[in-house]
C-alpha cells in the first residue's frame, strides 16, 4: 500500500466552561469534544528515498497565506519523520471543506490524520498513544483526534476521558468573520471562575459556553447568527468561534432550516459520532 485517501472530520465543543486561571497564562477548563461527519479530506502517498538522503515532504496543494512549513499538515509529516528517523517521503493533498479559523479543529484535525495516515504507509508502527503524545507539540486539540474517541477534557485540555453523547444532528454555520483565540482568553470579561463539576453533573445541565457572551460583545455577526438560529433549536457556540452550531434530533429538520437561511455564510448539516470517521474507515477503533 502506497496510498490512502482519508477523511479529516470536524469537532465541535458541546459545552465549554473556563474554571480559573493559573500562574503560566494558561485557562482551566471543562469541555466536552465530539467528531462530525463532515470534514476534509487527505490524500498521502508514500514516497522514497535516495541513498544517504531523506524523502522529501512535499505538499500538493497549499493554503492561502500560509508557507509550507507552517502547515500544521507539513510539520505533521516532518515531526514524525524525524521522531522515527524515517527515510521515507510523502506527497500531501488536501480537499478542503471545513472553514478556516472556525473552531471546528480543521488544522488539528489534518495533522492528526497525517499522522495516523503516515504511520501506516510508513510502517513506523506508532501506538494511538504515542502519536498523541506527538501531536500536543502540534496543538492542543490534535490528541482529541488522534484518540479518535468523543472526550471530555479537563485541565488545560489534556486529561482526556472518553465520553458518549447523543449523537445528534447538527447544523453549523459560519460568520463572515475572523476571531482571535489569544484575544478571547485574554478579553478581562471573560469569566474565569465557573465551579468545577463532574462529568455526571454536566451531562445533566443545561450546556453552555463561557466564550459566546465575550464573543458576541465583540463580533455582532455572531450575535446576530445565534440570535436567528435560537428561533429553531438550542445553539451556541463552539470554542471560540467562530462557527455556530445548532442541535437537531434529525436530518430533516437541520436541513429544513439550513433552506431558511438566506445570508450568504459558509454552512453545512453533519451529525455528531463520538468514534471518528477516520478511525473507523481505519477499523482502528469500533462504532460503539
Given at each position: 500500500?502506497?496510498?490512502?485517501?482519508?477523511?479529516?472530520?470536524?469537532?465541535?465543543?458541546?459545552?465549554?466552561?473556563?474554571?480559573?486561571?493559573?500562574?503560566?497564562?494558561?485557562?482551566?477548563?471543562?469541555?466536552?469534544?465530539?467528531?462530525?461527519?463532515?470534514?476534509?479530506?487527505?490524500?498521502?502517498?508514500?514516497?522514497?528515498?535516495?541513498?544517504?538522503?531523506?524523502?522529501?515532504?512535499?505538499?500538493?496543494?497549499?493554503?492561502?497565506?500560509?508557507?509550507?512549513?507552517n502547515n500544521l499538515v507539513y510539520r505533521a509529516a516532518k515531526l514524525l519523520q524525524?521522531?522515527?528517523?524515517?527515510?521515507?517521503?510523502?506527497?500531501?493533498?488536501?480537499?478542503?471543506?471545513?472553514?478556516?479559523?472556525?473552531?471546528?479543529?480543521?488544522?488539528?484535525?489534518?495533522?492528526?490524520?497525517?499522522?495516523?495516515?503516515?504511520?501506516?504507509?510508513?510502517?513506523?508502527?506508532?501506538?494511538?498513544?504515542?502519536?498523541?503524545?506527538?501531536?500536543?507539540?502540534?496543538?492542543?486539540?490534535?490528541?482529541?483526534?488522534?484518540?479518535?474517541?468523543?472526550?471530555?477534557?479537563?485541565?488545560?485540555?489534556?486529561?482526556?476521558?472518553?465520553?458518549?453523547?447523543?449523537?445528534?444532528?447538527?447544523?453549523?454555520?459560519?460568520?463572515?468573520?475572523?476571531?482571535?483565540?489569544?484575544?478571547?482568553?485574554?478579553?478581562?470579561?471573560?469569566?474565569?471562575?465557573?465551579?468545577?463539576?463532574?462529568?455526571?453533573?454536566?451531562?445533566?445541565?443545561?450546556?453552555e459556553n463561557d466564550c459566546e457572551k465575550v464573543v458576541r460583545d465583540h463580533y455582532?455577526?455572531?450575535?446576530?447568527?445565534?440570535?436567528?438560529?435560537?428561533?429553531?433549536?438550542?445553539?451556541?457556540?463552539?470554542?471560540?468561534?467562530?462557527?455556530?452550531?445548532?442541535?437537531?434530533?434529525?436530518?430533516?429538520?437541520a436541513y429544513s432550516v439550513l433552506a431558511k437561511k438566506t445570508f450568504d455564510i459558509?454552512?453545512?448539516?453533519?451529525?455528531?459520532?463520538?468514534?471518528?470517521?477516520?478511525?473507523?474507515?481505519?477499523?482502528?477503533?469500533?462504532?460503539?
Amino acid at each position: 500500500m502506497q496510498n490512502l485517501t482519508l477523511p479529516s472530520p470536524a469537532k465541535l465543543n458541546l459545552f465549554l466552561y473556563i474554571n480559573g486561571k493559573r500562574s503560566d497564562g494558561y485557562h482551566e477548563l471543562q469541555t466536552l469534544f465530539q467528531f462530525l461527519d463532515f470534514g476534509d479530506e487527505i490524500y498521502l502517498e508514500a514516497t522514497s528515498y535516495k541513498e544517504h538522503s531523506t524523502g522529501t515532504i512535499k505538499l500538493l496543494n497549499n493554503l492561502p497565506n500560509v508557507a509550507p512549513e507552517n502547515n500544521l499538515v507539513y510539520r505533521a509529516a516532518k515531526l514524525l519523520q524525524m521522531q522515527t528517523a524515517c527515510k521515507q517521503g510523502a506527497n500531501i493533498g488536501i480537499v478542503k471543506r471545513l472553514p478556516l479559523g472556525g473552531g471546528v479543529g480543521g488544522g488539528s484535525s489534518n495533522a492528526a490524520t497525517v499522522l495516523i495516515g503516515l504511520n501506516q504507509l510508513w510502517n513506523t508502527q506508532l501506538s494511538l498513544d504515542e502519536l498523541a503524545i506527538l501531536g500536543l507539540q502540534l496543538g492542543a486539540d490534535v490528541p482529541i483526534f488522534v484518540k479518535g474517541v468523543a472526550a471530555f477534557a479537563e485541565g488545560v485540555g489534556e486529561k482526556l476521558t472518553p465520553c458518549t453523547p447523543a449523537e445528534k444532528w447538527y447544523l453549523v454555520l459560519k460568520p463572515n468573520v475572523s476571531i482571535s483565540t489569544p484575544l478571547i482568553f485574554q478579553h478581562p470579561n471573560l469569566p474565569r471562575d465557573t465551579p468545577k463539576c463532574t462529568l455526571n453533573e454536566l451531562l445533566q445541565s443545561k450546556w453552555e459556553n463561557d466564550c459566546e457572551k465575550v464573543v458576541r460583545d465583540h463580533y455582532s455577526e455572531v450575535d446576530d447568527l445565534l440570535n436567528w438560529l435560537v428561533e429553531y433549536a438550542p445553539a451556541r457556540l463552539t470554542g471560540t468561534g467562530a462557527c455556530v452550531f445548532a442541535e437537531f434530533n434529525t436530518k430533516e429538520e437541520a436541513y429544513s432550516v439550513l433552506a431558511k437561511k438566506t445570508f450568504d455564510i459558509d454552512g453545512f448539516v453533519a451529525q455528531g459520532k463520538n468514534v471518528s470517521p477516520l478511525h473507523q474507515r481505519l477499523h482502528l477503533i469500533s462504532p460503539t
